[in-house]
């Protein structure tokens, strides 16, 4: 007598679930590389293979970090493109690595890992990265507000308070009005710098560099005095122009402003040779220097002094006999209201 067959039994459906090519997909869509990596390495870890596992992560964090700095420097729709092709070339990886295995356990009666779960963990794991980043960069780029949406960012050893009495300066003066203004403070061995967001071109308009020129006169002392560095930066924080403002004391009360590209030891040779020529005498006289476009000297005069000529031709002749301590002729003779506003300007040849 034979013995009969054994009767076949089906293999036992498989408890567990797998992600398939679309729900990896989706997670790296939603949430980076990392979300998709993570799907592929519970794969892996449910099928007995732990090293693919933690290769799987560690490949989808190293794509993530590229493809995290990569979208920092490229333009938005560039950017756009990059998160549509990761989709792809991460669903299509998914496909290639564990295809057949997923197609094996659905025969098998296996169920798939649901979408839903794969989209939570994607936009999850977009919440920390964005919350790492938002913190990450408070932390390295520290800012008050000014009203509801000017900026003021501070570095160095600049503190927060310095911030808020540069942001209170700006905004006493007019400059900050609530119109989304970035403005950058640095403090450090190489002194205070004061940096405005400004835009394309500004750099190379004469009168908006000397109107920023005389902006980081009145706030140098909020920004703990003379000399200051100012910079016209671009959106993108490149450097376009740099100037000065700084003040030399003559004698014990006069003064001499210097801006743009004039140093302290200009103003001082220009100090020395207005006390030779008898207009400084320690009384309390305001004078400006400023180099860049051409030398101007400017003197803070009486209201009204400079509608008459002969008050003109004065300062002409003093503006002549201390050319020479200010680089020469031509010299721009501008006389200023208490205000420092240019009241009269003439060319002294």
Do not use: C
């Not at 920092?72 to 990886?93: E, N, W, Y």
């Not at 997923?102 to 798939?112: A, F, P, S």
Request: glycine content about 12%; hydrophobic content about 45%; overall charge positive.
């Amino acid at each position: 007598m034979s013995t009969p067959d054994p009767i076949p039994f089906p293999p036992p459906i498989p408890a567990y679930t797998l992600f398939n090519a679309d729900s990896v997909g989706l997670a790296t869509f939603l949430g980076t590389p990392i979300a998709g990596s993570i799907l592929v390495a519970v794969n892996y870890r449910r099928l007995g293979k732990g090293s693919q596992a933690a290769a799987a992560l560690a490949i989808g964090l190293l794509v993530t970090a590229l493809a995290i700095l990569g979208g920092s420097l490229l333009p938005q729709a560039v950017s756009a493109g990059i998160a549509v092709g990761l989709f792809l070339a991460a669903r299509a990886a998914a496909k290639g690595l564990q295809g057949t295995a997923v197609e094996q356990h659905v025969r098998e009666g296996g169920k798939l890992g649901s979408k839903w779960v794969a989209a939570g963990l994607g936009l999850g794991l977009l919440a920390i990265i964005v919350g790492g980043y938002v913190v990450i960069h408070s932390a390295l780029n520290p800012k008050i507000q000014i009203g509801s949406k000017d900026e003021v960012y501070y570095s160095g050893s600049a503190t927060k308070q310095d911030a808020q009495t540069l942001g209170d300066a700006l905004k006493t003066i007019g400059f900050l009005s609530d119109r989304g203004v970035s403005v950058f403070l640095s403090k450090g061995k190489g002194g205070t710098v004061v940096s405005f967001v400004v835009k394309e071109g500004t750099w190379n308009d004469p009168s908006s560099v000397a109107n920023f020129e005389e902006i980081g006169r009145q706030i140098a002392p909020s920004a703990g005095g003379f000399p200051i560095q100012v910079r016209l930066i671009n959106s993108n924080r490149d450097v376009k122009k740099e100037v000065t403002a700084g003040k030399a004391i003559i004698g014990t009360k006069d003064e001499i402003y210097y801006l743009g590209s004039a140093t302290e030891a200009e103003a001082k040779a220009l100090g020395q040779a207005l006390q030779t020529a008898g207009f400084f005498r320690d009384a309390g006289f305001s004078v400006l220097l400023s180099k860049g476009d051409g030398t101007v000297i400017g003197f803070v005069v009486k209201e009204g002094f400079w509608e008459q000529p002969e008050n003109v031709a004065t300062f002409e002749k003093i503006a002549r006999q201390v050319a020479s301590s200010a680089g020469g002729l031509p010299i721009k003779l501008r006389l200023l209201s208490s205000t420092l506003e240019t009241k009269k300007e003439v060319t002294v040849q």
